[in-house]
């Protein structure tokens, strides 16, 4: 691949100080700077980002442990956090070579640096690359295929704008979808041509056939008829060909679309709070959202379908008018009436259908919710139940089924004489009108009859196919409604993609919190007010119902409608990213859910750039190591859907590995240990002093056993803070946290039962 006129190029790299070759690099052009290969590739980064106009904050970069130069991994997350859309890739040089007209692409060189590619030259076989450290007005430096190989490690990573927040927030609706089609348009207007072309195709066979009847077989001309095959012949050809290219490109075009709808759809899915999934039925949301897909196959189907033939109609139209006025009039006046019964009946037919639809979504939930229940359900015996309610779903979508199915019934009928007339009786008109054309005007000739048969069915279809469309509209709109519905919720994407992204250390205080849940009159959580150092380990403790989870949910920013201030090391909760806030925080909670996969997949949960060394780490501190090493495939285990193959007490322990290992500085435990046997329990509490070191951890549990070490425990009550110490200070002072700890150490009571202390607390 490499040219040999290599030399001017390699003079020119060697004027620009050895691009990237060394790993001092004498600065090219500039100073005497000698810059980290770390910054370097951030510097690249931003240039990247700035041809997109968006100028990055290098403060805002946060190196992982133990990288020299930040991997792709790393830069793809910032990037990410920045608002861009970033992607590393392994690339070839043959591939390289041939980008030309994009923006610009970092490349990872092997010495920790970067370099930032701005075109290429296949034919010269040189790629155009520019110093990230040096300024724009500076000369782009040549490389070819040998010397970019001696620095590069064939990593690349792309850059590009995220899609506007706009975008991403773009309502599910009938704009949308329009907008969505419409990004299309350049394939539309191929499609478009092939389909003009197509009709034109179409007609000439009707009109060969038309000489064919008039001449061939009225004059006898075998001479004409060889030239007619010919020309049919050739037609049948193109037609081919076109008809395979005009499909190729609609399947190209409703894959795009196919796909784009689906990518938004869930992306919206995804960006709803977690509240709102806590206030739906799982399955019905589920269906709601799979009603996308009558909208998609109405968009790649019938919309697109009776489009095309619209063009064949405005094609075919002028022609048949010139075969014969009175039969085309005819015929328009025949698929008008089509168009017009299918009118009248939309509007009835489109109650029904949404009634059908309805009926099957709750169907739907009951058929998710005895799937995703049917533990309990079998344990205990809940089957004639659900049966029944099933049955009752069913009989109801029957139901409405049957009625739609009857309302439509009277449109087809009404119309099938019409169509009918169409078919047959333009026939006889056009005999007729043959028969009484004796006197040779010859406007009605029996080629010209054939050949308006031919096309007749074309013209009438799209239009029937029209109005057909106005009803399918009416259902799509219906489901656009119901997707809408779920979709269109306030999401949380301005939280996630918005606000700041401090360094997280953990230094907690709430100052007169207050919150209550939707739509319940009670407050769960009433002018809480309290504080901890960064690297506490908070134990919570309380009734049931006291307002301990919420504290953690209020902590996680998934409740964010509270009044007062929740400040994470002195900033505004609300003011931080969300999803820079998830990201530094651990949860564990009482149930968690593991995805079918690895054991080292769950624990490493997709995050980029986690060695095994690290899962093995987490899985220590967490108290997973010891089993994980005695199953047979160790950490290659493969953990069924549900988590059947394991036991409740190392399912728990993979979450708390999962959560451990990204280091956060956070750590929240709601009832993590609860379902733990003792030994388990023992064993995790036994790491728990480990865990904590480095980090804050907030850990609500009912066994006070457990939270004992805590440096503070919190008391809560009726969702008020009753009081905030250590251990041995609460069991002097506070009657509530007292009286919890005598029940659950009675054995120890009976022991204690002369110390004065407890009953000299009692009167605070
Ligand atoms: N999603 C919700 N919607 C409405 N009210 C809720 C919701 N979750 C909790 N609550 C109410 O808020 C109050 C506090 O609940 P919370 O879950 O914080 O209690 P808890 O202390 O964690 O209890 P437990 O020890 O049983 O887990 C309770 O009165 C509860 O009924
Ligand atoms: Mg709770």
């Avoid at 591939?95 to 920790?112: E, Q, S």
């Avoid at 329009?178 to 007609?203: C, F, G, N, P, Y």
């Avoid at 929740?566 to 931080?576: A, F, N, T, Y």
Wanted: charged fraction near 20%; proline fraction near 5%.
């Amino acid at each position: 691949m490499r040219p040999d006129e290599g030399n001017p190029v390699d003079q020119r790299d060697d004027n620009a100080g050895g691009f990237g070759m060394t790993p001092e690099r004498p600065a090219a052009g500039h100073g005497a700077r000698a810059p980290e290969p770390l910054t370097i590739r951030l510097r690249a980064a931003m240039a990247a980002a700035r041809y997109h106009g968006v100028e990055l904050d290098l403060k805002t970069f946060q190196a992982e442990p133990n990288e020299a130069s930040p991997s792709p991994a790393t830069l793809v997350r910032w990037l990410d956090d920045q608002g861009m859309v970033a992607r590393g890739m392994h690339l070839k040089w043959r591939y390289l070579v041939r980008m030309h007209n994009t923006p610009p692409i970092v490349l990872m060189f092997k010495d920790g640096s970067a370099g930032l590619f701005i075109s290429a030259e296949p034919n010269r076989g040189i790629v155009w690359l520019r110093d990230p450290m040096a300024g724009e007005s500076e000369p782009m430096i040549a490389v070819d295929e040998l010397r970019l190989s001696q620095v590069w490690t064939g990593d690349v990573l792309l850059v590009r704008r995220a899609r506007s927040e706009s975008e991403a927030e773009t309502p599910v609706d009938v704009r949308w979808l329009s907008r969505v089609v419409m990004r299309e348009r350049k394939s539309l207007r191929d499609i478009m041509l092939a389909s003009m072309v197509l009709s034109v195709l179409t007609i000439l066979p009707a009109l060969i056939m038309m000489q064919v009847l008039n001449k061939v077989i009225g004059e006898h001309s075998v001479a004409t008829l060889f030239s007619i095959t010919m020309i049919l012949v050739v037609i049948s050809f193109y037609e081919t060909l076109l008809t395979y290219a005009r499909r190729e490109l609609v399947l190209v075009m409703t894959a795009r679309i196919d796909s784009r709808i689906s990518i938004h759809a869930f992306n919206r899915l995804l960006a709803l709070p977690l509240e709102y999934f806590e206030r739906q039925q799982a399955g019905n949301v589920i269906g709601r959202v799979m009603a996308i897909y009558k909208v998609r196959d109405f968009m790649t189907g019938g919309l697109l379908r009776t489009f095309l033939d619209m063009f064949t109609l405005v094609l075919i139209l002028p022609f048949l008018f010139f075969l014969s006025s009175t039969l085309a009039w005819m015929v328009l006046a025949a698929a008008g009436a089509i168009g017009l019964i299918v009118v009248i009946f939309m509007g009835p037919v489109a109650y029904y259908v949404g009634r059908v639809t309805g009926a099957e979504t709750d169907r739907g939930s009951v058929l998710y919710e005895s799937i995703a229940g049917i533990r309990t359900l079998k344990t205990l015996a809940l089957e004639p139940a659900r049966r029944q309610e099933w049955d009752e779903k069913t009989a109801e979508v029957t139901r409405w089924k049957l009625a739609a199915g009857r309302m439509s019934n009277w449109p087809q009928t009404i119309i099938m004489p019409i169509e009918m007339f169409i078919s047959r009786g333009i026939m006889l008109v056009g005999a007729y009108l043959a028969l009484e054309d004796t006197t040779g005007t010859g406007s009605v000739t029996a080629g010209s009859l054939v050949a308006f048969m031919m096309l007749g069915g074309r013209v009438a279809q799209p239009l029937v196919g029209f109005a057909r469309l106005l009803e399918d509209f009416t259902e799509v709109r219906s489901s656009l409604g119901e997707v809408g519905s779920v979709l269109n919720q306030p999401t949380e994407t301005r939280a996630l993609t918005t606000g700041m992204r401090p360094k997280i250390l953990g230094a907690l205080s709430f100052l007169d919190v207050d919150f209550s849940y939707p739509g319940s009159p009670n407050k769960a959580l009433d002018a809480v007010n309290f504080e901890i150092p960064a690297g506490t380990s908070l134990g919570v403790v309380g009734r049931s119902g006291s307002g301990k989870s919420t504290i953690t949910r209020l902590l996680q920013g998934v409740s964010r409608n509270y009044t007062g201030y929740l400040k994470l090391d002195g900033v505004d909760m609300r003011e931080i990213n969300l999803n820079h806030l998830r990201r530094s925080f651990g949860v564990v909670l009482q149930d968690n859910f593991l995805f079918r996969g690895t054991i080292r997949d769950n624990i490493t949960a997709g995050r980029p750039g986690l060695t095994l060394d690290d899962v093995v780490r987490a899985a220590r501190l967490a108290g997973a190591e010891e089993f994980i090493e005695r199953m047979p495939a160790g950490y290659e285990t493969f953990i069924e859907e549900g988590s059947t193959n394991i036991s409740g007490g190392q399912k728990q322990r993979l979450a708390i590995a999962r959560a451990l290992i990204s280091d956060p500085k956070l750590l929240i435990l709601d009832e993590a240990t609860s379902a733990l046997d003792p030994e388990s329990e023992a064993l995790v509490n036994a790491n728990l002093a480990r865990m904590a070191k480095g980090r804050t951890m907030v850990i609500v549990s009912h066994r006070l056993s457990s939270l004992v070490d805590c440096d503070l425990i919190l008391v809560m009550e009726q969702g008020k803070v009753n009081d905030i110490a250590p251990h041995n200070v609460l069991v002097e002072r506070c009657a509530i946290y007292r009286q919890l700890w005598l029940q659950q150490n009675r054995h120890m009571n009976a022991e204690r039962n002369a110390g004065p202390a407890p009953m000299l607390a009692e009167g605070d």
